[in-house]
């Protein structure tokens, strides 16, 4: 149909032909995303048209197909102007019936223009920086958390339930101060929380374990996972910087109970191992934002028949993360969105609790039997852990050794041992570790258990490389005092050369353990022996 007969029968204002002409415009359109630039004009009309036809006493059918139209537009990003402004927020807010105005509002009953009205407000405000903006003062957050908190009260469909979630994301992820309104002002951490439960339908145990029927747990069906997923989103979105910050005792409480839901969400399935995934990887995320005192929560539940147990501890929780850990590994697709959270967590984990780390360095790092091939070499979890540390993403490589040397208590010796100085050394020069030493840390002392392999292999494993090699033939046997020398003074003028030509910056090792250019790192020596000796009243 023409888009100028369709204009010219908004303009009339008769509601059944207005209503035929649209029905007919939809299905023409239904799977239309990309459209012609020259009636770019005649669309913004329309969209002008509809919003303002929207404001009219209509039927049901009318509305929903009127909303329909504007759904069909909001797919266009240059005709978002009509609906982003306050008063068009608000009549889209209100047939969704989210208004949070105080005056008396027309109650909206059908739930076919509720559903239309938020797919709408979406389109709108994931594509209008306006929109966003103007959302504040529409007042769409507290119209939303207003709504959700009935869930236990009111009886609606899913579609309505996840499109209400998903504004909630898209109104958390793009605007900080709809995080803060959200997070502080309507308390939504605790509503979330309490969304969530209500979702999971679980029962409690104890204060911070979810009750479990023996055996496996069944699935969590598909569209109680679509919307799990959208509160874990809207959730990581206003508790992205409570890992970083103290928590008091009653936040604390929160986080915890959190926590523990999160621990159910990784101990269930989902419809299908793709809709698993990706339910746990937003468990994970949502994991990390936690402050790190509440994360003891995974380990709480009791030992149980068929529980994993290390140390006397339930690590069900912690094995299925590494589990996960191991899974994106394998994958190998996008490694720094969905490797750096678990290991992170994982990283946090183990530095905060000592079962925990003792667990994951039997599992990742076992007593060294192979030592005839290098660290990176094969596919076991270290293995490939270690390739990571010399990944071309920084982000990857950092969080990759960070785990690991977390695993080896922070010991520079003990990470080398298990990586070759060649690939610990990134994070050793990061840290001011190349000349050796360790990290304060509260660790225990107990030691380190070499096998008999290692400890027959040791004297000959080359550090740099972490394995044992064959010794190379001398290159200088045979010759000549003369020789030897001259060949000396050519590899010192070759780096010269190379150094002036500034191809390559000679490096030394600081007497504080960091990386500096080498005539820096001499001047720092002289210094620090020249300090000591007056230390010692030597002249």
């Not at 739930?111 to 407000?121: F, G, N, Q, R, T």
């Not at 204060?207 to 509160?231: D, F, H, K, S, W």
């Not at 660290?375 to 852990?385: D, Q, S, T, Y």
Request: hydrophobic fraction near 40%; charge should be negative; aromatic fraction near 6%.
């Amino acid at each position: 149909m023409e888009l100028r007969a369709v204009v010219a029968t908004l303009e009339s204002g008769e509601q059944d032909t207005v209503l035929r002409v649209l029905q007919i415009y939809n299905r023409e359109k239904s799977q239309c995303f990309t459209f012609d630039d020259e009636e770019r004009e005649e669309r913004k009309k329309m969209a002008q048209l509809l919003i303002r036809f929207l404001e009219r006493e209509l039927q049901p059918s009318c509305q929903v197909t009127c909303l329909e139209s504007i759904r069909i537009l909001s797919r266009d990003k240059h005709c978002l102007e009509p609906f982003a402004t306050e008063d068009g927020l608000r009549t889209l807010s209100r047939h969704a019936g989210i208004d949070y105005s105080e005056e008396l509002i027309r109650e909206v009953p059908d739930l076919d223009v509720i559903l239309e009205s938020l797919k709408c407000l979406c389109n709108v405000v994931f594509s209008s920086p306006r929109a966003q903006g103007l959302a504040a003062a529409a007042r769409l957050v507290p119209g939303l958390a207003g709504r959700i908190k009935l869930y236990n009260e009111r009886s609606l469909p899913h579609e309505v339930k996840f499109f209400d979630l998903r504004l909630l994301f898209l109104l958390t992820a793009l605007r900080v101060d709809t995080r803060q309104q959200l997070a502080q002002e309507l308390r939504g951490v605790s509503l979330m929380a309490d969304t969530l439960e209500l979702t999971l339908g679980v029962k409690w145990m104890d204060p911070y374990e979810v009750a479990t029927e023996e055996g496996l747990l069944p699935p969590l069906p598909r569209q109680e996972t679509e919307r799990a997923m959208e509160i874990l989103k809207v959730l990581f979105n206003i508790t992205f910087d409570s890992s970083k910050r103290e928590v008091d005792e009653e936040d604390a409480a929160l986080y915890r109970h959190l926590g523990a839901l999160l621990r159910h969400c990784l101990m269930i399935s989902a419809d299908g191992e793709d809709r698993t995934e990706e339910f746990h990887s937003h468990t994970v995320n949502l994991l990390g934002n936690l402050p790190l005192k509440c994360l003891d929560v995974l380990l709480t539940p009791k030992v149980r028949p068929g529980s994993l147990e290390y140390m006397g501890v339930n690590m069900d929780a912690v094995s299925i993360l590494l589990d996960f850990l191991e899974r994106r590994l394998d994958r190998g697709h996008k490694l720094k969105e969905s490797l750096t959270p678990v290991l992170n967590l994982l990283t946090e984990s183990a530095r905060a609790h000592r079962q925990t780390r003792k667990f994951l360095k039997a599992k990742v790092l076992p007593p060294l039997r192979d030592v005839r091939n290098r660290p990176e070499v094969g596919n076991a979890l270290r293995n490939k852990l270690v390739r990571l540390m010399t990944h071309i993403d920084t982000d990857v490589k950092h969080c990759a050794a960070e785990f690991l040397f977390v695993l080896c208590k922070e010991s520079v010796s003990r990470f080398v041992k298990y990586t070759g100085y060649g690939n610990a050394a990134g994070l050793l020069a990061a840290r001011g570790l190349m000349a050796g030493g360790r990290e304060e840390g509260e660790y225990s002392e107990d030691e380190d258990t070499d096998t008999e392999e290692y400890k027959e292999a040791k004297p000959n494993i080359n550090p740099v490389t972490g394995r044992v090699e064959e010794k190379l033939p001398n290159p200088m046997e045979g010759m000549t005092e003369e020789q030897k020398e001259y060949e000396a003074m050519k590899l010192v003028n070759m780096f010269d050369k190379l150094s002036r030509e500034q191809v390559i910056q000679p490096m030394g090792i600081t007497p504080g353990g960091s990386l500096a250019p080498m005539h820096s790192a001499l001047r720092d020596a002289a210094e620090d022996r020249s300090s000591s000796d007056s230390d010692l009243g030597l002249d």
